[in-house]
């Protein structure tokens, strides 16, 4: 039984992996970068092990309380885990930003993973390896969150690393995040995949009502001038991720989506913490 961290640069696929990992959908996942901002875990249970992953946000360069809050959030869960492993993209040079984060970890219990080799040549995947080789990590693991290519020889390896011990969690949770967290980020992930430039990063989500029949979700902007465009012409944006969410909710339960300015909330600290950032 054992706490495993991954922590990355934003968009190296941290979230995709630990949904491979659990072949359950914990995390949520955005091919925009820093938009994992909770610690989400996801609890791996096999016969012989139960592994706890803990999904922390890309680490980066904090320019609001927001940014501030999410660093502190990553580096804190990279202390008290068994092992932590580095993941880095296959497709991109090593490079400072990686780095960055190697600096701040513990190699003595450490592991590079190298995920996207589905869209690297052999020669990259080489590269990477021996860019990362004088960090004297554990160990190296070529992987594909998407295919999932050595995933299993990763959770092998990782199995092996943790201490024995009693399972905490019953077998069947996959995730410890509480109904109301999974789907207000449901419903963030969902209005990632339709905004585009600055907006994403406007958007908070949040459920404030919430029992068997009825769930009522507030979506928070920074403007007003941001609201119409996650509405959308005739509430058509809306009404898609509505649409998009009805397969998630339990049969028959109604979800109720409202919009509401809270001006420059990303800029202010206790906004950030009452949101649970
Ligand atoms: P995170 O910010 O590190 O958690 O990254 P995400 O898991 O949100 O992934 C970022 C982007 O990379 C998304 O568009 C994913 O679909 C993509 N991605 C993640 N893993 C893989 C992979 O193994 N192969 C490919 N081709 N794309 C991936």
Request: proline share 4%.
């Amino acid at each position: 039984m054992g706490f495993v961290s991954l922590v990355g640069r934003p968009n190296v696929g941290k979230s995709s992996l630990v949904n491979a990992m659990i072949k359950n959908k914990v995390s949520i996942v955005s091919d925009k970068p820093q938009t994992t901002r909770t610690r989400i875990r996801g609890i791996l249970t096999r016969k012989d092990a139960q592994i706890v992953f803990v999904d922390t946000p890309g680490l980066h360069k904090a320019v609001t309380a927001l940014g501030e809050t999410v660093n502190a959030t990553a580096l804190d869960s990279t202390t008290d885990v068994d092992v932590n492993c580095l993941v880095i993209d296959a497709t991109q040079q090593f490079g400072s930003g990686d780095q960055w984060v190697a600096d701040r970890l513990d190699m003595a219990r450490t592991i590079v993973v190298v995920n996207k080799i589905d869209r690297a040549s052999p020669a990259q995947v080489l590269n990477q390896l021996q860019a990362t080789a004088s960090l004297h990590a554990l160990a190296y693991f070529p992987v594909s969150a998407s295919t999932g290519e050595g995933v299993e020889e990763l959770i092998a390896d990782l199995v092996q690393r943790i201490p024995e011990g009693i399972a905490m969690y019953p077998a069947e949770m996959v995730s410890e995040t509480p109904g109301e967290i999974w789907i207000a980020e449901l419903v963030r992930e969902q209005l990632l995949a339709v905004t585009h430039d600055e907006l994403p990063y406007s958007i908070a989500t949040r459920v404030t009502e919430f029992d068997e029949r009825h769930v009522r979700c507030e979506i928070i902007v920074e403007r007003e001038s941001q609201k119409g465009m996650v509405i959308g012409k005739g509430g058509a944006v809306l009404s898609a991720v509505r649409t998009k969410l009805k397969g998630a909710l339990p049969k028959g339960m109604k979800l109720e989506l409202i919009v509401v300015v809270d001006k420059n909330w990303q800029h202010r600290r206790d906004r950030v913490e009452r949101l649970g950032y």
